[in-house]
């Protein structure tokens, strides 16, 4: 069922609604590393930004949590519509961004409407013909993609799969069918690399010989997120409390002038008698 292989034919019949089927060609690798970033705070920033042998796999809105980073390949598989027809920053940062963006096949016509012009449909039906159907998260399907595509090594950068984020949610149980396809990647002879701190392919201790492991690593990386969160909220929380002293400094210059036409009224105009 999987061989890790390219296909053997370069192109993939992508289907979308009736009206349109088109063929595209199967990614391929340009550099001999890849790295798929994600939202964890912890060690997002780690990743190989620098290494002009790495090819950096975006997804979804990272580009709010890392802007500016250099990426070479953009993935968004949610609904376009129901995700972003109310979102145009998202929809100008697909449109504005220079390699690839990858989405859904049944939004391929979509994407080409909002003027994406580096659009690709995601060739999923390729993938769930090679692998058993686990994709319970966006990276289980890129895990796999990297896998037909065969770089030297792949690594996982913010990608933890442990708790919800404030920018974004990541699960727990979506952390088995990525831990699936890593298993899968290393059994064809890929290198995996996982930061320290990531729960990915990690124990607190190697059963029946350690009474501990990577427990202070997860910790201090669970700290820095904690920390990025506390600060974020207290940001909120001092744009909140400048726009509520902005507001009684108003309410009190409002008040002002009602006290003021109150006097004005009260002790130097005299009542016009009723005719």
Known sequence: MVDGEQPQDDTVTVGTPAEFREEFLFPTLEKP??????FAAGHAHKAPFGDSGVEKWGINQLWKVLPDKPFDRWFELHSLYDFYHANPPHQEFLRNFHGPV??????YRLALEWGISTAQPFPDQVLLERFRPYFTNTVSWLIALAIMMRPDELSLFGVDMAQDHVMAAEYSEQRPSCEYFLGIAEGVGIRLGIPPGSDLLGATH???YEDSGRV???????YVELTNTRDQMGLQARQLE?????????MAAVEGAQREGLYWRKNWITPQPEE
């Open 242 to 250: 400048e726009q509520a002293a902005h507001i009684r400094r108003e």
């Open 206 to 208: 190697l059963y029946g």
């Open 33 to 38: 590393k890849v790295a798929i970033v994600g």
């Open 216 to 222: 202070i690593e997860k910790m201090n990386s669970r």
């Open 102 to 107: 990858y989405v859904r096949a049944q939004d």
